[in-house]
């Protein structure tokens, strides 16, 4: 896990990841937004049909970002499932895997909006939101308390930069001194840009933590196209 830039909400910092997960050191926990899992079954079911290992590859990201940080809690900032028959679909081999990693780490599950009412025979506990010390945890952002700070998940978020003569686009965390909204970690998620409406009045001065091929990389909102 690259620990060449932090995020810092209310005094407690965040190591984004190259997965898209973060890493909490102060509360050993590793959050990770939207695996949305079963995904690609989903697509298929309506025509649109790609190779069905979605499920399968990001557990195995997740489990090598768990391997990196070692979290004593697995939190998930929902729409871990793509829809409420996701559970259902999912290959016998994918869900022992999955209940090998809720095994061995104290997992939450925040329901979303994809996955208002998780499985619960996954491993781990379900609940709406939570609190991480001075952090809320949820998976839509809300209009925050003048003391509040959040992280949450949902929008899928991605910038583009201009560097050398070309364009950069890649999913990132974007930030400000109050909130964060992380980017999606399952592997057919789409990524939407922080200069769409949806982003509007979410953030002050924010920066954007883009995920490059080696690296996460830093940027100012003036950098942001």
């Known amino acids: 896990m690259s620990r060449s830039h932090r995020i810092t909400l209310s005094g407690i910092d965040f190591i984004p990841d190259l997965s898209g997960a973060i890493f909490a050191p102060e509360f050993s926990a590793l ?6 899992l079963e995904k690609g079954t989903s697509l298929a079911r309506r025509g649109v049909h790609l190779p069905p ?8 990201q997740l489990e090598a970002a768990l391997e990196a940080t070692r979290p004593r809690r697995l939190i998930f900032l929902g729409d871990s499932f793509h829809d409420q028959g996701a559970r259902e679909r999912i290959d016998a081999a994918d869900l022992t ?15 979303g909006n994809h996955d208002p009412a ?10 709406e939101e939570m609190e991480l010390g001075p952090v809320s945890l949820r998976h839509q952002p809300k209009m ?52 769409s409406e949806a982003f509007k009045g979410l953030f002050g001065d924010f920066h954007v933590w883009m995920i490059g091929d080696q690296a996460v990389h830093c940027f100012p909102a003036a950098r942001v196209r």
């Open 31 to 36: 959050l990770v937004a939207d695996l949305h």
């Open 53 to 60: 290992y979605d499920t399968r590859e990001s557990l195995l």
């Open 97 to 111: 895997l999955l209940r090998s990693i809720t095994a061995r780490v104290e997992t939450v599950w925040i329901t």
């Open 118 to 127: 998780p499985p619960e025979d996954v491993g781990g506990i379900i609940i």
């Open 144 to 195: 925050l308390r003048a003391d509040e700070a959040e992280i949450s998940g949902h929008l899928h978020p991605a910038a583009a930069i201009h560097a050398r003569g070309h364009r950069i686009r890649c999913r990132c965390f974007i930030a400000d001194h109050r909130r964060l909204i992380m980017p999606a970690f399952g592997s057919y998620t789409g990524a939407l840009s922080v200069r």
